[in-house]
């Protein structure tokens, strides 16, 4: 946002004030100042006026002028297009120091041109350091001020002036004008802001009579119209400057004027030519509708009716998003001028994910980061410019207002002085935020009050932002610092606590040789189906998958273990421990978190003194798991229910937990192993959800400082009845000072009997266990498997 103190001093005075401190206090309170610079024309450039222009005898391209300076006339050679009599115009004298050429420093100097003498140089806009504003000299007007001849310009403010070019963030779309950044700097001085006057109208015909509004379903935006008859164009010379230097300078007269109103006040601008052929006035009355377009954004239509009467609408603009461009045409000229305003969250959201292709930038730069809503200050603005012009001014408008409801904020002075840090004093803060333009409404508690934004401030939604509009006009430099205080926060959260567990886990599979290994989780359908794994359901399959090869989610993370298995054993590796923690999704796609292991052909490779090596089995493979996710039971997996065709028919089992069944381990099935090139291997995949608890639910226990005794027994029992059946009966009848029961061997008696031997494990927490205490409990033990499962002692 480039700013010049000549605009500022529009809406503002500025008398009196330092300009540094005004730099100073902008970037103080968030405009921050970018790049500061300065006009100033060179000396020995003045105010002159051609007289005559007549063609240079030796060269077509060339004019002869007599110029005069007030003081004397001098014979200047021109070679500008535009240069012509009774015309102002800025005139280097000899020895002048002009910012151009080589090294940007070119002197001015009498001299012969094709045998014409010229004593010195008109100017153009660029020759004279400015922006380019035409393709020839600098034409003067009285926009600047007085036209004095032989005045230099640097004594015009307008050429002798600093400018600022400000950092706006995205949410001060107030300050994307003059007018708003006027405010801040008025807030900060309790200067007043100027008032707009209204131009009053050149004739009493009223718009009414010409021009008729007509809105369609709910509008968002609200409009304001104006008729105006402009007799004579071109744009004033400060207004051009100013457009210059911010790069919005125009060829059309009109789109200049309205440029500039929206760079003064923030107000959008569209004006419509009553002579075009879209709106076709013909003396008849225009009608303008406002409705949703095929985008769904609010638009403004004209409506024709030929004299069939049959009628046509033709699109205009987008409100908030376009700008309708006029047709280049001979002055006079009628024009009805627009004035718009839309929500800037609202056009946002429209916007969207829409091709902007099609759009005005600069217009959705502006809505979207939100306009000035007061509208006749707007329009009031622009008709003032235009009456430099010769123009008539049609009485009356046609408007379209929406009216928004008013933003209340209820604040706490206390929570504005804990936000800052330091106590503001409730005086202060009301001042900041009346001279800042919010309405403040007290209540009967003293510590209360509402406070409402005004309605240009868009960015302004909450208490927070409040709390900074105050801390803004404080000053950050005027915060007293306070020691920074460390607070321990507890870091037990579910998500922290789960974390820490699975990292226990992994840590504990790594600690046991096992190598962690990640895959995808997507898989290959035909392959998990060959496997007799479920896939997704059809309609929950993957309607775009990465490629074909993985075209559904995995419900196992086996089939990539194996995988790996695979290569590794290709590698030469003939001992390999992976494991791996991930997702894995069911049928419906609901995913489940699981830990998978496998280990292939050696626990130990052949090393000295094993030469052999150390080949894996089934108990030496399910202890080596109890050492990471802990102890656990086992089953016998039923001939019914095998989960998929990795299981072995008689090396496996469900993995128990608590009686609750969390996964399977087994010896991989000979014809899958055989598929994979593999030998040996066995594997495990549990769920990890019953291994992972919270660290609430654990308990400590006292534990025994008596001996612990052993006693064996060897019974006989029925071929077909798992140990598993014995020791979930043995658990449940809660046996005195019983630690641990365990089998220690187990053959056949005969065709229908097997004989097995069980360990007991006593202690008691109160006192030395004595023979009689133990062989009494040996007995329950008896008679309970006895009852239960018909066994006897094998004597």
């Not at 401190?21 to 006009?39: A, Y």
């Not at 007030?70 to 000899?94: D, H, S, Y």
């Not at 217009?363 to 979207?368: A, D, E, L, V």
């Not at 997507?522 to 479920?534: A, I, P």
Request: aromatic share 8%; hydrophobic share 40%.
């Amino acid at each position: 946002m480039i700013v010049t103190y000549e605009d500022l001093k529009k809406f503002i005075h500025l008398d009196g004030i330092e300009w540094s401190k005004v730099v100073t206090i902008l970037s103080s309170i968030g405009l921050e100042v970018e790049k500061e610079s300065f006009i100033s024309i060179p000396k020995n450039v003045i105010v002159a006026k051609v007289l005559k222009k007549y063609q240079h005898p030796n060269a077509d391209r060339l004019n002869v002028c007599e110029v005069d300076t007030g003081k004397k006339i001098l014979q200047i050679v021109c070679g500008a297009k535009n240069v012509r009599a009774e015309q102002f115009v800025a005139l280097a004298l000899p020895d002048a120091l002009l910012p151009f050429g080589k090294n940007k420093a070119t002197i001015i100097q009498k001299s012969e041109i094709r045998g014409v003498e010229s004593n010195g140089m008109l100017c153009s806009s660029i020759e004279l350091g400015l922006p380019k504003i035409n393709d020839g000299i600098l034409e003067l007007d009285s926009s600047i001020g007085n036209l004095i001849l032989g005045k230099e310009l640097c004594s015009y403010p307008v050429f002798h002036q600093p400018i600022l070019e400000l950092g706006i963030t995205p949410n001060r779309g107030d300050c994307l004008s003059v007018l708003g950044v006027a405010r801040d700097i008025a807030s900060i001085f309790h200067l007043i802001i100027k008032n707009i006057i209204p131009v009053e109208p050149s004739v009493a015909l009223g718009v009414g009579r010409f021009l008729q509004i007509v809105p369609h379903g709910e509008l968002h935006s609200s409009l304001l119209y104006r008729l105006v008859e402009i007799k004579e164009a071109y744009t004033p010379l400060s207004i051009a400057l100013t457009l210059g230097l911010i790069g919005k300078y125009n060829d059309d007269v009109v789109i200049n004027f309205m440029q500039y109103t929206t760079y003064m006040t923030g107000v959008l601008f569209n004006a419509y030519a009553m002579d075009s052929k879209e709106v076709s006035y013909n003396g008849k009355e225009v009608r303008l509708l406002v409705k949703n377009d095929e985008n769904g954004l609010e638009s403004v239509y004209a409506e024709i009716k030929d004299n069939n009467k049959n009628i046509t609408t033709y699109k205009l603009n987008e409100i908030g998003a376009n700008f309708h461009i006029l047709q280049k045409h001979d002055y006079p000229r009628t024009l009805i001028l627009e004035a718009s305003f839309i929500d800037s969250e609202y056009i946002s959201n429209k916007l969207y994910g829409k091709n902007k292709t099609n759009f005005n930038h600069e217009i959705i730069h502006h809505s979207t980061r939100g306009t000035n809503p007061d509208l006749e200050l707007g329009m009031s603005f622009l008709c003032e410019q235009l009456s430099a012009l010769k123009i008539m001014l049609y009485s009356g408008i046609q408007e379209i207002i929406r009216a928004k409801e008013p933003t209340n904020i209820h604040m706490t002075f206390g929570y504005i002085s804990d936000c800052i840090g330091n106590n503001v004093a409730k005086e202060e803060i009301a001042l900041i935020l009346k001279q800042l333009n919010f309405r403040i409404q007290a209540t009967c508690d003293e510590n209360f009050f509402i406070a409402q934004p005004p309605a240009f401030r868009n960015d302004i939604k909450n208490r927070q932002d409040i709390a900074e509009e105050v801390l803004r006009f404080c000053g950050i430099d005027k915060i007293v610092s306070k020691p920074y205080t460390i607070q321990q926060v507890t870091q037990n959260t579910p998500a922290y606590l789960l974390h820490k567990q699975i990292k226990t886990l992994r840590m504990k599979a790594l600690g046991n040789g096992y190598i962690e290994c990640v895959h995808y989780i997507f898989d290959n359908t035909k392959v998990l189906n060959d496997l007799g794994f479920e896939t997704l359901h059809e309609e929950k399959a993957l309607i775009n998958p990465i490629t074909s090869e993985l075209d559904t989610l995995r419900p196992s993370l086996l089939p990539h273990i194996l995988e790996t298995l695979k290569k590794n054993k290709r590698y030469g590796y003939e001992s390999i421990k992976v494991f791996e923690i991930g997702h894995v999704y069911n049928t419906n796609r609901d995913s489940s978190l699981k830990f998978a292991c496998a280990m292939s052909d050696y626990l130990m490779p052949p090393t000295y003194p094993n030469t052999k090596g150390i080949e894996v089995d089934f108990f030496s493979f399910a202890q080596n798991i109890s050492q990471i996710i802990g102890h656990f039971d086992c089953s016998n997996i039923s001939s019914q229910f095998i989960p998929n065709k990795l299981i072995h028919p008689y090396q496996s089992g469900n993995i128990l937990k608590d009686g609750e069944k969390i996964g399977v381990i087994s010896k991989l099935h000979p014809n899958i192993a055989k598929k994979y090139s593999l030998d040996s291997v066995f594997f495990c995949e549990v769920d990890l959800a019953p291994l992972l608890y919270n660290n609430e639910n654990k308990k400590a226990h006292d534990f025994s400082k008596y001996q612990a005794n052993k006693r064996d027994l060897t019974i006989l029992i029925a071929k077909g009845i798992n140990f598993s059946a014995i020791k979930l009966e043995l658990d449940k009848s809660h046996l005195k000072n019983v630690k641990e029961i365990f089998p220690l061997d187990i053959f056949s008696e005969n065709d229908s009997t097997n004989a097995l031997s069980i360990r007991l494990i006593f202690q008691s927490s109160e006192s030395t266990l004595n023979e009689s205490q133990m062989q009494e409990t040996l007995q329950q033990v008896l008679d309970m498997l006895e009852k239960k499962f018909h066994a006897k002692l094998k004597v």
